[in-house]
């Protein structure tokens, strides 16, 4: 899982999908999760994918990056088709749904900064649970390199072997206590400080303008024709 | 975590709509129990736990690619309210990195939820029966029985969705095949979650029994002024 990476490439990119507001991009976003949703030919899927697909690469969003997020749960999909006794059209179907979904989401992911994407659901979540959100996002960097020190610091003691797979979870356990005991304190020590900042149970994040109107307006249109044309596909093919 | 790990447009539309009425009912309570300042303080709690089941899930326990999930342990330490925020948060933030579908993301909180409360529950009872010094046990013990509930729950939530009508003629699923895959290779993951959820409570309820048991003392008492450090 690369958060991090996802973060950067979110909160360092240029192109016009950086550009768009996220509310246009949740929305566009959306209308493709439908499509996906409504449509029952994998060629429909295979349409949505190439669309998907071209918009990166114009957009030069790394294609790379892009396709290795979406195998991961067509791996998963295809374990699941398998499992499912899905026959090869059904199982073409689930995988193809699988790609086009996580490709739309991980476009928005890679293009809109995380708070930006909790910005507009916190209209509608408690207070409670989008602040959840925020805290989560902020402890995931801190834990994560923690983490990581943790993992190296074993390694260099003693490292985790196959050959010793009692002594491997023994040890990576051990491990995650560590960082869960770290993880406590790091909470007490959030609430404490953003108490001093004035934290009163509701942590707002103020919506970022759109800076290309054009882009929006594009993007929603495209949006709205890919759906329009795959329930075309569907009830009228 | 038991995570649906199926794509968008496979489950039939009423499926996974009532999985979002579900889980929004089951959040909207969860966050109306958290309104109090005793429970206000304890969201950058929330925080600091879903961000540690993601990490989690980054890292391998052994090296054969699994990860653990920590659900049981997300239950002990937050509780059953806070938990169901925190199944939530991860459901929702693993749909935006493409890991699960963002329609089911209803009914995957609904399985991490079902695991963190019924692990909660699992945990208490059997570190009442077996005592604070087995917590290790303890641990274990729940996340099996845990784990093996919601695999149920999951087999349960697919046999409801292999409908023939959801997608047209191709969309039978073989439930049978299903079941018999997940719970032959279900086990093998239990036990390893159930071995690294010891091992962590285990070791957590030696160093910090106030993390573990809510209402043990800390093994070191804290310096005059930092007594808000530690629940």
Redesign the interface.
Known sequence: ?R?AD?DLAAVSGTSALHRAAPRAKLAA?ACV?AA?????DARAVAGLAVVLLALAAQQRLGLRPLVL??L??AF??V??A??????W??GA???G??VV???A??M??RTTPYPQ?IAPLQRVL????A??????????F???EK?SRL?RAVRLRAG?H?ER?VA???L???M??????Y??????R???V?RLRGYE?RLAVAPLPSRSRATDVALLAGAFALLALTVAWRFLA | MTHL??????LP?WLWVAGWIIAAGL??F???A??GRE??????????????V??????E????AYH?N?TV?AGV?LGPWLGI??A??VA??L?????????VIGLNTVLFAAEVVLGWALFGVLARILGKRRAAWAGGGATVVTLAATTGLLVAI?ALA?TPDA??E??????G??AT??FTLGPIGWA?EA??????L???SR??PD?VFRHAAPRHAAPPGDE????
């Open positions: 899982m958060l996802v976003v999760i996906v949703v409504v449509t029952t997020s979406a991961y749960p998963f999909a374990v699941f398998w499992a499912a006794g899905a026959g059209v059904f179907l689930i995988v749904k699988a979904a996580a490709l989401v991980v928005l992911a994407v408690p207070a409670a649970v602040d959840a959100f925020l805290f989560t996002y902020r402890s995931f801190l834990l994560a983490a993992a985790v196959l797979p491997a979870v023994r990576s356990g051990r995650l206590g560590g960082l869960l005991i993880s406590m304190d790091l909470a007490q959030d609430y404490d953003m149970r | 790990h199926v794509p968008d447009g496979v539309v959040v909207g969860a966050a109306r958290a309104r429970r206000a303080r304890r969201i950058p709690l929330v925080g600091v736990v879903s961000a540690l993601l990490v989690a899930m980054s890292i326990v052994v090296p054969i653990v920590l342990i330490l925020i925190s939530f948060v929702t933030i749909a935006l990195l493409g890991h699960g579908g963002v329609t697919v292999g997608m047209g191709t969309a039978a699923i073989s439930l095949r299903f895959v997940v390893l071995a690294v959820t010891a091992v962590v285990g070791f957590v160093v910090r993390l808000g450090l530690g629940h």
